[in-house]
């Protein structure tokens, strides 16, 4: 199995038209736009992907034109989380035959599932595919929390590289996966204002939301920090702070992201109820703050 590469994934946005279609063009063009910089790693379909929005058939062919875009030149992972198992598998399957080089997946959200459930469930997936897991532990979103120690006894039972994406807001659970998993639990950083301790801490990835709008500053960060740079790291560090608070101060970060894309004259598009845009005040607040990094 081909390992995961280390650095910076971005979980790309999926626009969609006026007419509420996902927009075909605007996606490739985003994605043009990171290969461009330089970006390690894409991600479809996640949490800023609006996985939940979309249909089945509207998944696939974000899979399909993310793969097909990229066109090896980064690393592409598919968000193929569902309710159910038996769902997330064929999600799962249908990324490996098409290319996908992994899939992330966060525990079936609203059954809150048992520890049992979550092993049986992974197990399911893992043995369905021959592709890398990057496990989403996001309790606040999915109800229930992928700990340490359930992670790394999920390892052992299940001979496989693993990796995690940690969005608990623990920073202490990088380096507690690290010394409790060894080499059998790769952990990703998953909460943006948290990137430089995870990072500096050992996470072998960032998947950072904000990067769909400042990609650039976001991959100095990983390259400072990867270079063993960590005054450079902190100045960057620092610089998008005010970034990653704002996203998490208006808990809206699809529309701030959309809003984000758009400023930045690339394809942010309409969002599919119920989220709405930015008020005017914080698109104002925005605008500020992008302007602030000289990217608008």
């Not at 990137?195 to 991959?219: D, K, Q, Y």
Request: hydrophobic fraction near 40%; aromatic fraction near 8%.
């Amino acid at each position: 199995m081909e390992k995961l590469k280390n650095g910076l994934y971005i979980p790309i946005l999926t626009p969609f038209k006026e007419n509420g279609e996902v927009d075909e063009s605007g996606l490739r063009s985003n994605i043009d736009w990171y290969l461009e910089l330089g970006i390690q790693g894409l991600i479809c379909t996640g949490s800023t992907g609006s996985f939940e929005a979309l249909s089945d058939e509207e998944m696939k062919s974000v899979f399909k034109i993310t793969t097909k875009q990229v066109s090896g030149k980064a690393t592409i992972l598919a968000g193929t989380a569902a309710t159910t198992t038996q769902k997330c598998i064929d999600f799962s399957k249908f990324a490996e035959s098409i290319g996908v080089q992994g899939v992330m997946i966060v525990p079936p959200f609203y059954c809150t599932p048992t520890e049992e459930e979550l092993f049986h469930h992974y197990e399911a997936v893992a043995e369905s595919i021959g592709i890398p897991i990057l496990i989403y532990n996001n309790p606040r979103r999915a109800g229930v929390d992928l700990t340490p120690e359930w992670l790394v006894n999920l390892a052992k039972r299940i001979q496989r590289p693993w990796w995690v994406k940690d969005s608990s807001g623990d920073i202490k659970r990088i380096s507690q996966i690290i010394s409790l998993a060894k080499d059998n639990m790769t952990p990703f950083i998953g909460h943006d204002d948290l990137a430089l301790l995870g990072l500096l801490a050992g996470a072998s990835g960032w998947v950072a939301t904000a990067a769909n709008i400042v990609p650039e500053h976001a991959l100095n960060l990983v390259r400072a920090t990867e270079k063993g740079d960590v005054t450079r790291a902190r100045e960057v560090f620092y610089q998008l702070l005010p970034v990653f608070e704002f996203i998490k101060r208006t808990g809206k970060f699809v529309s701030v992201c959309k809003a984000g894309l758009d400023l930045r004259k690339h394809v942010g598009g309409t969002l599919r109820k119920p989220r709405l845009p930015l008020k005017p005040v914080e698109q104002e607040q925005l605008q500020i703050l992008l302007k602030g990094l000289g990217l608008i």
